[in-house]
């Protein structure tokens, strides 16, 4: 398997560099491009899905963009050591009758030595929100560098 850098032992700036590649490739929303830095058996909890090596991860996630439209992510590192990270994120999306959400959540993430992720916990709150109210509104893609992140955001 190729590795995944930056690899473990993560220091506050490479596990910073490490969640905004992971802020990237979810944006891009490609499922192909998303598994590509879980290992083959890597096990996940999200909400009540527990998918387990890559197949499932990439069925899940075609599913997940599937219902979740225009779909922006935000991803904010909370803490770190040896190869854990904890995340927080926020993304808005909206249902095929229009309904947008902003869903809050967390994520616990292990990695092996070459940089992949064995394990994803996440915990997952969605609140509906009015258009009016949305934050994120760059163009589909990569959140430019520009654009405010959660802190900044007070969210």
Do not use: C
């Amino acid at each position: 398997m190729q590795p995944k850098p930056p690899l473990p032992p993560f220091t506050i700036e490479t596990a910073t560099q490490k969640v905004r590649i992971a802020e990237d490739a979810w944006n891009s929303r490609d499922p192909d491009r998303v598994v590509q830095v879980y290992t083959e058996d890597t096990r996940w909890r999200n909400r009540a899905e527990f998918p387990v090596g890559r197949t499932e991860v990439h069925a899940f996630l075609q599913r997940k963009w599937a219902q979740e439209l225009d779909y922006r992510l935000i991803k904010e590192l909370w803490a770190v050591t040896d190869n854990r990270i904890a995340v927080r994120f926020a993304y808005e999306w909206h249902n095929q009758a229009g309904q947008w959400f902003r869903s809050y959540g967390n994520e616990n993430w292990e990695f092996n030595e070459l940089g992949l992720m064995q394990r994803r916990f996440a915990s997952i709150n969605d609140l509906a929100i009015a258009e009016a109210e949305r934050l994120f509104h760059w163009s589909l893609g990569r959140r430019p560098d520009e654009h405010a992140g959660l802190s900044e955001l007070g969210l």
